[in-house]
């Protein structure tokens, strides 16, 4: 099955993405997941084992780097 997922990682930082936010997008790319990095937010497409283990990284990353909340929304392509 494939998945698309959309996250953002706060708090937002103007200008600039701040450790947290690239913490937990790093974290999803390496997971397999190609992340399309936006300015409120990042998503990506894939295989739905793929999908999940790169939020599970993503949020986890991003919350020992300090996020104070992520937003994530899956939904089947």
Same mark, same amino acid.
């Given at each position: 099955m494939t &998945? !698309?997922?959309e996250f953002t990682? =706060?708090?937002f930082v103007a200008g600039e993405p701040g450790?947290?936010?690239l913490a937990g997008n790093e974290a999803a790319v390496l997971h397999g997941l190609a992340v =399309?990095?936006?300015p409120f937010g990042s998503s990506g =497409?894939?295989?739905d084992d793929?999908? &999940?283990g790169a939020v599970d990284a993503a949020? !986890?990353?991003a919350m020992a780097a300090g996020a104070t909340q992520v937003t994530v929304q899956v939904s089947r392509v």
């Open positions: &998945l !698309r997922v990682i =706060e708090p450790d947290h936010v =399309e990095f936006g =497409e894939g295989p793929i999908v &999940l949020v !986890r990353a």
